[in-house]
Nanobody, 115 residues
């Protein structure tokens, strides 16, 4: 089992910044990919950003150039720096860990961007 604990969501004005963090605990595959997805009301869950254990990143088109993902393998943490936030970034953000041990999700943290 892997447990993912997210923090850092909140309310911010358009153009502002937030930083999300996710700490993984349990039987973690050191070769896993960790990242963030989001789901807005009435929409499907979508990719925000992921990073493999070797540092390869993947970003959703709508966040490229504004969001940056990082990992600290030593403490099994993945972070998401979100800059120049827009109202359309409003969603519940979920941390994900995908590895040989399975596909795990955090409970989600709300990000609300006001115009």
């Amino acid at each position: 089992q892997v447990q993912l604990t997210e923090s850092g969501g909140g309310l911010v004005q358009a153009g502002g910044s937030l930083r999300l963090s996710c700490v993984a605990s349990g039987r973690i595959d050191v070769m896993n990919t960790m990242g963030w997805y989001r789901q807005a009301p009435g929409k499907q869950r979508e990719l925000v950003a992921t990073m493999s254990s070797s540092g390869v990143t993947d970003y959703g088109d709508s966040v490229k150039g504004r969001f940056t993902i990082s990992r600290d393998g030593a403490i099994n943490t993945v972070s998401l720096q979100m800059n120049n936030l827009k109202p359309e970034d409003t969603a519940v953000y979920y941390c994900n860990s995908l590895g040989r041990e399975g596909d795990y999700w955090g409970q989600g943290t709300q990000v609300t961007v006001s115009s």
